[in-house]
């Protein structure tokens, strides 16, 4: 098993920027993806492999990784970006680990 | 519209069984691997099981082993969860999930989920 820890909660002012830790033993060894889910709505691909943004991802949305903490990193925040944001990493056993999910609240 | 649309959740009692399924559109269905992950309300998620693009690896959690089976139908573009001798603790939202690169790294596309509650 691999534990992926996230803050429940981060709080940002519209225009500003959140950042939004996942803490994993030696993350930094292994590729990062990263998941935003609205109420109702399914999950949405936002960083994969660290800092990669898929098709249709505004460039707002960025990411890192290192040692023990990955980062995602939403420049000027906008009300519509408040959702959960989850963090995953895939093991070569197969298994996929997510983290404990951190909700986005646009003040 | 490329999209991945769950059926098949309702309530059963514990010890039961219940079918999902999952209905994929918009794209070549069988070039990609998928993955049923859950999600209990209110937390995070859970990955369940893996089926590779023609069905011969399949990947299970341990929590499900032996209990559930997934399959899929390329011809009918859909993805199947058989779910047998349910607990409490199945009870979530079962999302499908498409799979990147043959091992399935991580997930590109989602579908809503289908909620399955497992109570007596």
């Known amino acids: 098993s691999y534990v992926l820890t996230q803050i429940p909660s981060v709080s940002v002012v519209p225009g500003q920027t959140a950042r939004i830790t996942c803490g994993g033993n030696n993350i930094g060894s292994r590729s990062v993806h990263w998941y935003q889910q609205k109420p109702g709505q399914a999950p949405v691909l936002v960083v994969y492999?660290?800092?990669g943004r898929p098709s249709g991802i505004p460039e707002r949305f960025s990411g890192s990784n290192s040692g023990n903490t990955a980062t995602l990193t939403i420049s000027r925040v906008e009300a519509g970006d408040e959702a959960d944001y989850c963090c995953?990493?895939?093991?070569?056993?197969?298994?996929?680990?997510f983290g404990t999910g951190t909700k986005v609240t646009v003040l | 519209e490329v999209q991945l649309v769950e059926s098949g959740g309702g309530v059963v009692r514990p010890g039961g069984s219940l079918r999902l399924s999952c209905a994929a559109s918009g794209f070549t269905f069988d070039d990609y691997g998928m993955s049923w992950v859950r999600q209990v309300p209110g937390k995070g998620l859970e990955w369940v099981s893996g089926?590779?693009?023609?069905?011969?690896?399949?990947t299970y959690a341990d929590s499900v082993k032996g209990r559930f089976t997934v399959s899929r139908d390329n011809a009918k573009n859909s993805l199947s969860l058989q779910m047998d001798s349910l607990r409490a603790e199945d009870t979530a939202l079962y999302h499908c999930?498409?799979?990147?690169?043959?091992?399935?790294?991580?997930?590109?596309?989602w579908g809503r989920g289908t909620l399955v509650t497992v109570s007596s």
């Open positions: 089926i590779d693009w023609n069905g011969d690896i399949t």
């Open positions: 492999e660290d800092k």
């Open positions: 995953q990493v895939w093991d070569s056993s197969g298994d996929h680990f």
């Open positions: 999930a498409r799979g990147r690169y043959g091992d399935q790294r991580f997930f590109d596309l």
